[in-house]
């Protein structure tokens, strides 16, 4: 069990990891509605937010690998913890920050719960220089023309295609005929 964890409202970007210490069927029964937030002593957890990861389901790529490859969290945040994570088994909970809806908020995990670790996760870096192919300079397109104009067009290419079919069937027509 772990004491109260104060989160503040402007909390960005951290995911903590419980680890689940209770039966199989009461870890599958958190996915429910309303079961986090028991267990959690909090209101609206958003439960797309919060996972229940079974350990073993992980396979090779393992608790480590989800943490850094799914969830984005630097293997240099996660280097302390390490062996603790690794030594998991059973379930555990992935909670992220986006979980509370941007609301502070004071977590009272239940018993079965036990904190591992808040670990922060990698910025994305949204910097990149200006794109100077041709498509992307203004009014590089070709012009559009007006719906009326393309109604027209598909009219015309209709037809045309309408009278090459019938002018075939009368063509085998002509030939089964003779």
Excluded: C, N
């Excluded at 951290?14 to 009461?26: D, K, N, S, T, W």
């Excluded at 609206?44 to 480590?64: T, V």
């Excluded at 030594?87 to 239940?110: C, I, M, Q, Y």
Aim: charged share 20%; glycine share 12%; hydrophobic share 45%.
């Amino acid at each position: 069990m772990t004491g109260p964890l104060t989160v503040p409202a402007s909390e960005r970007g951290i995911v903590r990891v419980f680890a689940l210490e209770m039966p199989h069927e009461q870890a599958r029964f958190l996915s429910e509605p309303g079961a986090l937030d028991q267990v959690l002593g909090v209101q609206g957890i958003d439960p797309a937010d919060a996972q229940i990861i079974r350990i073993a389901d992980l396979e090779e790529f393992g608790l480590l690998g989800y943490l850094t490859e799914g969830a984005g969290i630097p293997p240099s945040e996660l280097a302390a913890d390490r062996a603790r994570l690794k030594a998991l088994e059973g379930h555990v909970l992935v909670l992220f920050s986006r979980a509370f809806g941007g609301r502070a908020v004071t977590l009272a995990p239940g018993p079965g719960l036990t904190l591992i670790g808040a670990y922060a996760v990698e910025p994305t870096d949204w910097r990149g220089g200006p794109i100077e192919t041709d498509s992307a300079k203004p009014y590089s397109g070709g012009a559009r023309s007006s719906p009326r104009a393309a109604r027209s067009q598909a009219r015309r290419i209709g037809g045309l295609v309408f009278a090459v079919v019938m002018l075939l069937i009368a063509l085998a027509l002509l030939i089964w005929l003779a």
